[in-house]
Each structure stands twice: as C-alpha cells, then as structure tokens.
C-alpha cells in the first residue's frame, strides 16, 4: 500500500544526505504524520496552507522497516497512518513536488 507524508524540500534534502528520514514530529510526538490519498488535500489545507517548497513522499508501506499505526488521536473518524521510528528512504517510491494548494 502506498501512503503520502508532507515534508518541506529542505528537510527531505537533509534525509538525502543522512540516509534516513526522521522529520520534525518524530522526535516531538513519537511518530511520523503520515496520510492516505484522499487525506492529502484536507491536510495540506489544514497544515500546510501558507507554506511553500513542500514535497509529498509516496511511501511503500511494504518496504518500511519501522512500525506502522494507523490510528486517530484527534477524536475524528478517519485513521491516519503513523509510523514509529525513522523512515528508511528505501521505502520512498517517488518524491513529487506540491504544485497547488
């Protein structure tokens, strides 16, 4: 299966060069925000929505090697996808540019 993760251009330049992406949540709150196709939209709009030079990360959820949740901590009814731990970049399908918000 295939997730999205929103990142800025500088953070995933930095993972580039690392070998590993950790992102500013995963030390923060213990995961990485991570969304499903239809999710992408409404989380760009909600916290994303004055930030330019993002990226969106398509993720195998196959080749990651932390643990994924997929879960709902705000009390709403969709689950998002969480993972625990670093992101291996080998899990990383593609990185694409976002071009609209």
């Known amino acids: 299966?295939?997730?999205?993760?929103?990142?800025?251009?500088?953070s995933w330049a930095k993972a580039q060069q690392e070998g590993i992406y950790r992102g500013?949540?995963?030390e923060r709150e213990g995961f990485i925000h991570c969304c499903q196709a239809f999710q992408?939209?409404?989380?760009?709009?909600?916290w994303f929505k004055d930030?330019?030079?993002?990226?969106?990360?398509?993720i195998d959820t196959d080749a990651l090697q932390a643990e994924l949740v997929?879960?709902?901590?705000?009390?709403g009814k969709d689950l998002f996808p969480h993972i625990y731990g670093?992101?291996?970049?080998?899990?990383?399908?593609?990185?694409?540019?976002?071009t609209s918000q």
């Open 86 to 98: 670093p992101l291996n970049l080998e899990a990383v399908v593609t990185a694409r540019e976002v």
């Open 70 to 75: 997929n879960e709902n901590l705000e009390g």
């Open 24 to 26: 500013d949540s995963l």
């Open 1 to 10: 299966m295939i997730i999205l993760h929103i990142t800025d251009k500088a």
């Open 40 to 46: 992408v939209d409404q989380v760009l709009t909600d």
């Open 51 to 58: 930030t330019t030079d993002l990226l969106i990360l398509e």
